[in-house]
């Protein structure tokens, strides 16, 4: 046996084959991330709405991903991972049944900001895994790989959604409703499998929950998601941007409640350690990309050049090409960031990955007029998307105080999610500031070319961001400690 193949053995091995069950889980999670990308615009048809309106979908559910997640992950420190793992399941089992009965655009919109609850399911697990795991030597370094080899499990589940939503939609097209149950028979498997094969959890923490924090944290993010829906629906007003300068300023008193708790929804003073908010920076930077634009990625590649003069033109089951090309790149990249970070350190890694994100989306600025182009700009973002997928977790759980491994992970889905939330937001006005109309004089459905580019340079500038805020991350971050060497004894 190779010695790749018992470092793998030995990682699945943890917990009595608990990681072996959470790649299902994993897995799952990747399908419902890919499935509906390759049916966006098929959706935005059937519920009467432009493509530009279809961030909007992804901004409801990345807002309420943002206020489920550190509430959840802090019910898992206090009840038990495993718990939380289940009730967050099968609150997404019923959203993903409710979509596919939905007929209308607000209903579907309520039922996809529910089914975005899976989001909570990696920072869960990464507990669970570190739970199993930090008691034996190397614990940093095998949480590493372990939560390398469940993300690896999410992008291959995202390239089997995305591949599948798009076969299924061009076969079923006509039957779009059942298109969209399907997801949910794997997360019923999902419920199934917590239920009867995940262990729970052992260590548990004092303290309550922060509902005043969670209050307060919802209402920045409808007052700044509401304002940024104002600036879409009254351009050129100012007041809206006003509501949106208010929701930021909220963020003051909130923080200066946060660090008058003894037990904090989010613990401000762990996210100053050095160590730590670099990462959830990053967290919040990378969000804008790997969550703000599968929309816009996809619609642009249903775009047919031939009537709006740019798009690719392509087919339900043709987008998803385009979309299992980029989650195949971040399978690459989940897989082989621990290999990597073996050799150089996974500080550094982490820089490498970001700086990839920003110059895959900034080459699509210049590159988007082919498909060969378009896949070529996609895939080296994808490559560190998907490093940073795997990365982030691990690294803020090797970084958090004992006991606050849920939160500290949780966290980082948060910030994530917030910058996604926003940036889908903003994209949404983006493509809808200058949509053209169509040559007879109709209203077209088709985002905005300037729309698209501002898309790009977003994500490609917030990416390098983040690399630059990763270089003031202590060298030695996130990994084990040096085991140190026994002298040799010379009377040997």
Not at 308 to 331: D, K, N, Q
Not at 384 to 397: F, I
Request: proline share 5%.
């Amino acid at each position: 046996m190779t010695e790749t193949a018992r470092r793998t053995g030995r990682i699945a091995g943890i917990g009595g084959g608990l990681v072996g069950w959470l790649v299902f889980v994993e897995f799952t999670s990747g399908v419902l991330q890919g499935y509906y990308v390759p049916l966006l615009t098929d959706i935005a048809r059937y519920l009467g709405v432009n493509d530009a309106d279809v961030n909007w979908l992804e901004a409801a559910q990345l807002m309420l991903s943002a206020i489920a997640v550190p509430v959840l992950a802090k019910l898992g420190d206090l009840y038990g991972h495993r718990r939380v793992l289940l009730w967050s399941a099968v609150a997404t089992a019923l959203a993903t049944v409710s979509l596919a009965l939905a007929t209308s655009f607000p209903v579907f919109l309520v039922a996809w900001a529910l089914q975005g609850l899976y989001v909570v399911w990696l920072p869960l697990q990464v507990a669970l895994i570190w739970d199993r795991s930090r008691r034996t030597p190397g614990a940093a370094g095998q949480t590493r790989r372990a939560t390398g080899l469940i993300v690896a499990a999410l992008q291959a589940g995202a390239i089997v959604g995305a591949l599948g939503g798009g076969q299924i939609g061009q076969s079923l097209g006509d039957s779009l409703g059942l298109v969209l149950v399907l997801p949910a028979v794997l997360v019923v498997g999902v419920c199934l499998v917590v239920a009867f094969r995940v262990p729970e959890s052992e260590d548990r923490t004092g303290g309550t929950v922060d509902a005043t924090g969670a209050a307060l944290l919802t209402v920045i993010l409808l007052v700044v998601t509401g304002g940024l829906s104002f600036v879409r629906l009254n351009e050129g007003a100012a007041w809206p941007w006003a509501v949106i300068a208010l929701g930021v300023l909220l963020v003051v008193p909130f923080v200066a409640y946060e660090l008058r708790q003894d037990d904090p929804l989010v613990d401000v003073r762990v996210l100053r350690r050095p160590e730590m908010w670099p990462v959830q920076l990053t967290a919040g930077l990378f969000g804008v990309s790997v969550l703000g634009a599968q929309g816009p990625l996809s619609t642009y590649a249903r775009t047919d050049p031939e009537v709006y003069g740019y798009g690719l033109g392509l087919s339900t089951s043709e987008v998803s090409i385009v979309i299992g090309a980029y989650v195949v790149s971040m399978l690459l990249g989940a897989s082989q960031f621990a290999r990597v970070t073996r050799y150089t350190s996974p500080r550094t890694t982490l820089i490498g990955a970001a700086t990839l994100v920003g110059s895959g989306y900034l080459l699509l600025v210049p590159f988007h007029d082919t498909l060969a182009q378009t896949l070529a700009c996609v895939s080296i973002a994808g490559l560190g998307s998907g490093a940073l997928v795997a990365a982030l977790p691990a690294a803020a759980a090797a970084a958090a105080p004992v006991g606050r491994t849920a939160v500290a992970t949780g966290l980082t889905n948060t910030t994530k999610v917030v910058g996604g939330s926003f940036a889908s937001a903003a994209f949404a006005i983006a493509l809808a500031s200058g949509a053209p109309a169509l040559a007879g004089g109709g209203e077209g459905t088709a985002g905005s070319l300037s729309g698209y580019l501002t898309v790009w340079i977003i994500c490609g500038t917030t990416a390098l961001a983040a690399a630059v805020a990763l270089v003031l991350v202590p060298r030695l971050a996130f990994s084990d400690p040096a085991v140190p060497e026994i002298a040799e004894d010379p009377r040997a």
